[in-house]
């Protein structure tokens, strides 16, 4: 056992004393207040803080917002580019158009300017659609197909679509193979499907049937088929070449033919999801 | 010494009703307080005599949730006061209901300046040690002495040191007492005058203290007078309702004065005797009065001639100090026959180590600094002598 504190001397004796009889400093009668205060204080500091916080954020929002406007603009503003580029390599193989030396040379400027404008004519429904992400789809196949139409002048080739795709949507990465390769097998068509200059030219987009998930473009047209009798085969023409690539680029399959007991010829191309 | 009415004091009293019926108030005040879990701290005689459960039926009539804590001993422990703490923030609580005597009601105090503050109970030993004021204290006494109701002081053991530390703080006056005299009625004769004896002591040492002051004094006399008429009857007539009820009036009286001018020597000694041997608190005082009269007499003779004219109604006034400090020691003797309390302690006898000891943590106790005559470790001693067998 050991005592506590030695016993208080006269004046700490008189400084206990007035403590206790409350005359001390903090010999307050018990109050809430100070506390109550205390903690109000406290809430209010905090609620400034969070108001902080809040303005912080905001803040930080409107700059993220700005910098997503400006990115967009500058997107457009590549997109612009690139559409305008292909436009000045579209003139570019015009005038070599105008020089060339022979039919043969002429129709592969022809050729590839027709390429060219395909792919321009992708840009401008990037750029149309304000998205640069994705492509509708129905909308790239009649804009495709009805470009090279109307550039065929063929008056007496009736043209219709059959295309059920409601609110389809493809990568860019994925559209412009696309369009490239229906632009070859139409341009295939509309080239050799039509000797008289009249006929049917149908185009079908859906999905198939028999498997599902799967896309369906088919080009049918009602003409005499190749000469040759057989079907059009891959690295026959430089088209098919290109379609072959641009279809292995796609993953997917692609194939010529016949229409049933009928004359006409059907590319059919199968993308898989 | 300066004129006491010139002098600035200042006096401290909680918000009291007083009377039967008074605990049936309890639910109100909890309401008042708005407090929406009450613990209520009480101990196990409290609870056995019916006052416990009679506040948990107000409180569930007044739909109120509660918790209790009824591990409460006589002369509170630190482990009891940090396991209510506890059980406070664990389940919680958000106002104190204390019901019962001196040990529930300083238990209360210290759970209370322990859940605001955190830390030890024993921190906050001394004067003005609670920084933060405890949550809403509602006190139901259920003895007429211990006026834990009223006072700033919680007595609590230190159970390490085997030795009681007092908490000094206006922070520990609780916020009402509900003083109801029928909650006295199931006092045995024994706890009665222990009680009773202790609520005296108070009254003697306010009015003898170096503290007192005018308004310190109006209430001191008045206690004197009526427990000097009352204790005796409450004793010898357990449910005799008016005499218990000027005993609680008496308690109270008492309470607002020696919260005011503090104690003396008396209660500084029986805290370290009281915690030393676990003795009743009442009974330690009831024992040192009259050797502490006869020792403070000399200072302060014509505070214990107005003392003793009240306690024994004869003039005093004006008689050499050796003859007052006779007649009211005799008197205050008298009244402890007449009670049963007996002469001294019957304990093994201790070792002079030990009484210097206890002196040692009496003269450290704060209630010495306001008792009329600052005491020696020997005079101190040769008190202890008086009541306890020294080997």
């Given at each position: 056992?050991?005592?506590?504190?030695?016993?208080?001397?006269?004046?700490?004796?008189?400084?206990?004393?007035?403590?206790?009889?409350?005359?001390?400093?903090?010999?307050?009668?018990?109050?809430?207040?100070?506390?109550?205060?205390?903690?109000?204080?406290?809430?209010?500091?905090?609620?400034?803080?969070?108001?902080?916080?809040?303005?912080?954020?905001?803040?930080?929002?409107?700059?993220?917002?700005?910098?997503?406007?400006?990115?967009?603009?500058?997107?457009?503003?590549?997109?612009?580019?690139?559409?305008?580029?292909?436009?000045?390599?579209?003139?570019?193989?015009?005038?070599?158009?105008?020089?060339?030396?022979?039919?043969?040379?002429?129709?592969?400027?022809?050729?590839?300017?027709?390429?060219?404008?395909?792919?321009?004519?992708?840009?401008?429904?990037?750029?149309?659609?304000?998205?640069?992400?994705?492509?509708?789809?129905?909308?790239?196949?009649?804009?495709?197909v009805n470009a090279l139409f109307y550039e065929a002048e063929l008056r007496d080739?009736?043209?219709?679509?059959?295309?059920?795709?409601?609110?389809?949507?493809?990568?860019?990465?994925?559209?412009?193979?696309?369009?490239?390769?229906?632009?070859?097998?139409?341009?295939?068509?509309?080239?050799?499907?039509?000797?008289?200059?009249?006929?049917?030219?149908?185009?079908?987009?859906?999905?198939?049937?028999?498997?599902?998930?799967?896309?369906?473009?088919?080009?049918?047209?009602?003409?005499?088929?190749?000469?040759?009798?057989?079907?059009?085969?891959?690295?026959?023409?430089?088209?098919?070449?290109?379609?072959?690539?641009?279809?292995?680029?796609?993953?997917?399959?692609?194939?010529?033919?016949?229409?049933?007991?009928?004359?006409?010829?059907?590319?059919?191309?199968?993308?898989?999801? | 010494?300066?004129?006491?009415?010139?002098?600035?004091?200042?006096?401290?009293?909680?918000?009291?009703?007083?009377?039967?019926?008074?605990?049936?108030?309890?639910?109100?005040?909890?309401?008042?307080?708005?407090?929406?879990?009450?613990?209520?701290?009480?101990?196990?005689?409290?609870?056995?005599?019916?006052?416990?459960?009679?506040?948990?039926?107000?409180?569930?009539?007044?739909?109120?949730?509660f918790a209790r804590f009824y591990d409460v001993s006589p002369n509170p422990r630190?482990?009891?006061?940090?396991?209510?703490?506890?059980?406070?923030?664990?389940?919680?609580?958000?106002?104190?209901?204390?019901?019962?005597?001196?040990?529930?009601?300083?238990?209360?105090?210290?759970?209370?300046?322990?859940?605001?503050?955190?830390?030890?109970?024993?921190?906050?030993?001394?004067?003005?040690?609670?920084?933060?004021?405890?949550?809403?204290?509602?006190?139901?006494?259920?003895?007429?002495?211990?006026?834990?109701?009223?006072?700033?002081?919680?007595?609590?053991?230190?159970?390490?040191?085997?030795?009681?530390?007092?908490?000094?703080?206006?922070?520990?006056?609780?916020?009402?007492?509900?003083?109801?005299?029928?909650?006295?009625?199931?006092?045995?004769?024994?706890?009665?005058?222990?009680?009773?004896?202790?609520?005296?002591?108070?009254?003697?040492?306010?009015?003898?203290?170096?503290?007192?002051?005018?308004?310190?004094?109006?209430?001191?006399?008045?206690?004197?007078?009526?427990?000097?008429?009352?204790?005796?009857?409450?004793?010898?007539?357990?449910?005799?309702?008016?005499?218990?009820?000027?005993?609680?009036?008496?308690?109270?009286?008492?309470?607002?004065?020696?919260?005011?001018?503090?104690?003396?020597?008396?209660?500084?000694?029986?805290?370290?005797?009281?915690?030393?041997?676990?003795?009743?608190?009442?009974?330690?005082?009831?024992?040192?009065?009259?050797?502490?009269?006869?020792?403070?007499?000399?200072?302060?003779?014509?505070?214990?001639?107005?003392?003793?004219?009240?306690?024994?109604?004869?003039?005093?006034?004006?008689?050499?100090?050796?003859?007052?400090?006779?007649?009211?020691?005799?008197?205050?003797?008298?009244?402890?026959?007449?009670?049963?309390?007996?002469?001294?302690?019957?304990?093994?006898?201790?070792?002079?180590?030990?009484?210097?000891?206890?002196?040692?943590?009496?003269?450290?106790?704060?209630?010495?600094?306001?008792?009329?005559?600052?005491?020696?470790?020997?005079?101190?001693?040769?008190?202890?002598?008086?009541?306890?067998?020294?080997?």
């Amino acid at each position: 056992m050991r005592p506590s504190s030695p016993s208080p001397e006269p004046d700490d004796a008189r400084a206990v004393r007035e403590r206790i009889i409350g005359l001390g400093s903090g010999s307050a009668r018990k109050s809430y207040y100070p506390q109550l205060k205390e903690k109000i204080r406290d809430l209010e500091a905090k609620q400034l803080e969070l108001m902080d916080t809040v303005r912080t954020l905001e803040e930080r929002e409107s700059e993220l917002e700005r910098l997503v406007d400006e990115k967009e603009a500058l997107l457009k503003e590549v997109h612009h580019r690139v559409k305008n580029n292909f436009q000045v390599i579209g003139s570019l193989l015009n005038l070599g158009l105008g020089l060339a030396g022979s039919n043969e040379e002429a129709a592969a400027f022809a050729k590839t300017k027709r390429r060219i404008d395909t792919m321009a004519m992708v840009y401008g429904q990037l750029l149309a659609a304000e998205s640069f992400a994705e492509l509708e789809l129905c909308s790239l196949v009649r804009n495709v197909v009805n470009a090279l139409f109307y550039e065929a002048e063929l008056r007496d080739v009736e043209l219709s679509y059959d295309l059920s795709c409601l609110d389809l949507h493809l990568s860019v990465e994925r559209a412009i193979p696309l369009a490239l390769i229906l632009a070859e097998a139409a341009s295939n068509a509309l080239e050799h499907a039509f000797p008289t200059g009249g006929g049917k030219l149908a185009v079908r987009l859906g999905f198939a049937n028999d498997a599902p998930g799967t896309i369906r473009l088919a080009v049918e047209d009602d003409g005499p088929g190749p000469r040759s009798g057989g079907l059009p085969e891959p690295d026959s023409s430089l088209g098919l070449t290109l379609i072959e690539a641009l279809a292995a680029q796609l993953k997917a399959l692609w194939r010529y033919e016949r229409r049933g007991e009928g004359p006409g010829l059907r590319f059919v191309l199968e993308l898989r999801p | 010494m300066e004129d006491p009415f010139v002098a600035l004091r200042k006096f401290v009293a909680p918000e009291f009703i007083f009377g039967r019926g008074a605990m049936a108030r309890c639910a109100e005040y909890a309401a008042t307080f708005g407090a929406s879990r009450p613990l209520i701290v009480s101990d196990e005689g409290v609870a056995a005599a019916g006052w416990a459960g009679r506040v948990e039926a107000q409180l569930q009539d007044a739909g109120a949730d509660f918790a209790r804590f009824y591990d409460v001993s006589p002369n509170p422990r630190d482990a009891e006061v940090m396991a209510g703490a506890e059980l406070f923030l664990r389940e919680r609580c958000d106002m104190i209901v204390a019901v019962g005597g001196g040990s529930p009601m300083d238990c209360a105090k210290g759970i209370g300046a322990v859940a605001t503050n955190g830390g030890h109970v024993l921190d906050f030993e001394g004067v003005d040690n609670v920084p933060q004021p405890m949550p809403p204290l509602v006190c139901v006494p259920t003895t007429a002495g211990t006026a834990a109701d009223l006072s700033q002081f919680a007595i609590i053991l230190d159970l390490a040191r085997r030795t009681k530390i007092a908490i000094i703080s206006k922070g520990m006056v609780p916020d009402i007492s509900l003083s109801d005299p029928e909650t006295t009625v199931t006092m045995d004769a024994e706890l009665s005058a222990e009680t009773g004896m202790d609520a005296l002591t108070h009254a003697f040492e306010a009015y003898a203290s170096n503290a007192s002051s005018p308004v310190t004094d109006l209430h001191a006399l008045e206690a004197v007078r009526l427990i000097a008429a009352s204790l005796p009857l409450a004793v010898e007539r357990p449910d005799d309702l008016a005499a218990r009820s000027r005993m609680m009036m008496g308690s109270l009286l008492a309470g607002l004065a020696f919260s005011n001018a503090s104690l003396g020597v008396v209660h500084a000694m029986a805290h370290a005797m009281g915690g030393l041997l676990d003795l009743p608190h009442g009974l330690c005082n009831a024992l040192l009065l009259e050797h502490a009269v006869a020792f403070n007499c000399p200072a302060a003779p014509e505070r214990y001639a107005a003392l003793g004219e009240v306690l024994l109604g004869r003039p005093l006034t004006g008689a050499p100090a050796d003859e007052i400090a006779g007649v009211v020691g005799e008197g205050l003797a008298e009244l402890r026959r007449r009670l049963g309390l007996g002469e001294r302690v019957q304990i093994e006898p201790l070792s002079r180590r030990a009484v210097s000891d206890l002196a040692a943590m009496a003269l450290a106790d704060p209630c010495v600094v306001t008792n009329p005559r600052r005491p020696e470790a020997s005079e101190i001693e040769a008190l202890y002598a008086a009541v306890l067998p020294v080997a």
